[in-house]
């Protein structure tokens, strides 16, 4: 990077390639001049419209399995995070490039920042859920972009035919050697004009330069402050004003009291109810749906008798129902977490369907989520007596945002993607052989009963306990079946039956405790659930694509 020869050559290089550091800079300026405008756009449009979230989504919803099932392994819930992240730096280094480019090539490098626009543009549109003014703030912040880079380049540009190369102090400390030494050797290069003639605009003064990082500061406080005001728009309109207003009803049924014990309260055992924080959540959504109850409306259609359209206060005066179900993720890898229980207040979805009419043959419900998810459900299962339910209510409180607020479905006994649609607006009464919903489309299975699956929670794997009595704990699951038996084995030993905890129904996981007698050395345990129809989860391990994982869940434990 440093020049130390004398003469033109590499002296024209470190001069053209500080030119292209400089324009580089004003290229990553310019991109968050364009964000700033573009967030601003989007708080007045959709915030799933922002470019950054746009092409997110975009990727979310073309992502093949197995890079989505490794981000998900890796990043765990913050696989959105990481997301956005990598979607950020790929357009600093585009920015980077583009600006770089346009200091000797403008055509090149502002035709770059349309062709960004352009692409969030596209992603804004395509993406599921988009809305038609959705292109808006891609194009608009590509414009504050250019113009952005347009002003910071003048000097730069305009120095290529004025002054470029004929002062003495010509080449300025960015260009190439910071270290006094080397100056002279960049100096003889700009005055000799050969900078010029190999790389372009090569001949910013030491002035000119100060009006370009004067300027660019500019647009940093401007591009800033207009992202700022568009967040703080953003938050304003958003519904926790509206979720806060809620007064959730009485149930007509209320959930059944747990039973003492039904939490066996043991350090590292989950609770029995998952707090709302820690409550597991997967949806493609990369910016939480903004949907208030004001605003809310649900339409039920399709293959119905009578078309009916419910608002959230007149689902709210509907009788409801307050039900501790577990809800379980299609993806949960055996001794994963993406599983969480809680008591959920509802309308019973049966008897709305009822009201509706449904016509012979409508053997699916979709429903649509306000992300633009579709999601579909037999209709016969949530017609056969089971607590199926719109839900308003979770563990006590209005739902929360990132959970479906202000209304999502609940139905025991299927995963999630076939039935726990969030911030719902939309059921539409059809035929499976006519519709795949959006997991179905991407390869999962059409239909997905939860399978009956266990998991120790403690010990934890490779812990290290003390030898004589420890609890070996966990918790096993059979929505809707409901748990008969759960058994634990010590490395090759007998299978040996858990106590079970109580539970008020077969909707919820149940814990169990088994108190082991540990000696001293490496043990591997094992846990398997039995439910009340006779079925023994198998050790026969499947990844959780098409229909849920099976296997069982072992530690290793060191016993000291
Ligand atoms: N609108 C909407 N609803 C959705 C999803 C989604 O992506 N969008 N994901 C589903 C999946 S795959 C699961 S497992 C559950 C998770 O619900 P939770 O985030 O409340 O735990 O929501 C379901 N409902
Ligand atoms: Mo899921």
Redesign the pocket.
């Known amino acids: 990077m440093i020049a130390v020869a004398s003469g033109a050559g590499p002296g024209a290089r470190a001069t053209s390639r500080g030119a292209a550091a400089l324009g580089a800079l004003c290229g990553l300026v310019s991109a968050g001049v364009a964000l700033g405008f573009a967030q601003l756009a989007a708080a007045f449009i959709r915030q799933e419209a922002a470019p950054v979230v746009a092409v997110g989504s975009v990727m979310v919803n073309s992502t093949p399995r197995w890079l989505k099932e490794w981000a998900i392994r890796e990043f765990g819930t913050n696989d959105k995070t990481a997301l956005l992240t990598g979607v950020l730096i790929v357009l600093a280094v585009l920015a980077a490039v583009a600006g770089a480019f346009a200091v000797r090539r403008p055509a090149i490098g502002f035709a770059m920042v349309a062709l960004l626009g352009v692409l969030g543009a596209a992603a804004a549109v395509t993406r599921a859920g988009a809305g038609s003014a959705d292109w808006l703030p891609s194009l608009l912040g590509a414009v504050a972009g250019a113009v952005t880079l347009a002003a910071l380049l003048r000097p730069l540009l305009g120095g290529r035919d004025g002054h470029g190369g004929t002062e003495g102090v010509a080449v300025p400390s960015w260009a190439g050697g910071t270290a006094n030494g080397h100056r002279g050797a960049a100096r003889t290069a700009a005055t000799a004009g050969t900078g010029q003639a190999t790389g372009g605009a090569t001949g910013a003064s030491g002035p000119d330069r100060r009006g370009v990082l004067v300027t660019a500061a500019w647009a940093v406080v401007i591009g800033g402050g207009a992202g700022w005001i568009g967040k703080m728009i953003g938050t304003r309109r958003s519904v926790a004003a509206s979720r806060a207003a809620v007064r959730l009803p009485v149930p007509r049924s209320p959930a059944r009291r747990l039973a003492a014990g039904t939490d066996l309260r043991l350090p590292g055992l989950s609770p029995f109810r998952t707090p709302n924080g820690s ?7 990369l910016v939480t ?1 903004q949907v208030s109850a004001e605003g809310w409306s649900l339409k039920v259609h399709g293959m119905v008798e009578r078309e009916l359209t419910l608002t959230y206060k007149e689902l709210l005066r509907r009788d409801m129902i307050e039900r501790d179900v577990t ?5 949960n890898e055996v001794g994963g977490n ?1 599983i ?1 229980s809680a008591k959920w207040l509802g309308a019973p979805l049966a008897e709305l369907l009822r009201e509706a009419g449904v016509k012979p043959g409508a053997d699916q419900i979709i429903s649509r ?3 633009g ?1 579709t ?1 579909g459900t037999p209709t016969q299962v949530v017609m056969d007596g089971r607590d199926a339910m719109l839900a308003v209510g979770m563990n006590g409180e209005p739902l929360p945002q ?3 607020f202000p209304v ?2 609940v139905v025991p006994g299927l ?3 076939v ?6 607006t939309d059921l539409e009464l059809g035929r499976f052989s006519d519709y795949d919903a ?2 179905v489309q991407r390869g999962w299975a059409q239909q997905a009963e939860i399978k009956t699956e266990s998991r120790i929670d403690t010990p934890r794997n490779f812990e290290q306990v003390r030898a004589g009595k420890v609890p070996v704990a966990g918790i096993a699951w059979a929505q809707h079946r409901g748990i008969a038996k759960v058994e634990v084995r010590v490395d090759d030993g007998p299978w040996q039956q858990a106590r079970l905890a109580p539970t008020p129904t077969t909707d919820t996981w149940r814990q169990w405790v088994l108190m082991w007698d540990a000696a001293v050395g490496e043990h591997r345990l094992a846990v398997r659930a039995t439910d009340r129809d006779g079925n023994t989860q198998t050790p026969a391990r499947a990844q959780p694509f098409p229909s849920g994982a099976t296997g069982w869940d072992t530690t290793s434990v060191r016993v000291v």
């Open positions: 409550f597991y959540r997967i949806d493609i959504s749906p809800l379980a993720c299609v993806s993406l969480s989520g306000h992300d998810i999601i990132a959970h479906g999502r479905m995963y999630g993607y039935s726990a649609t969030k911030w719902v959006y997991w």
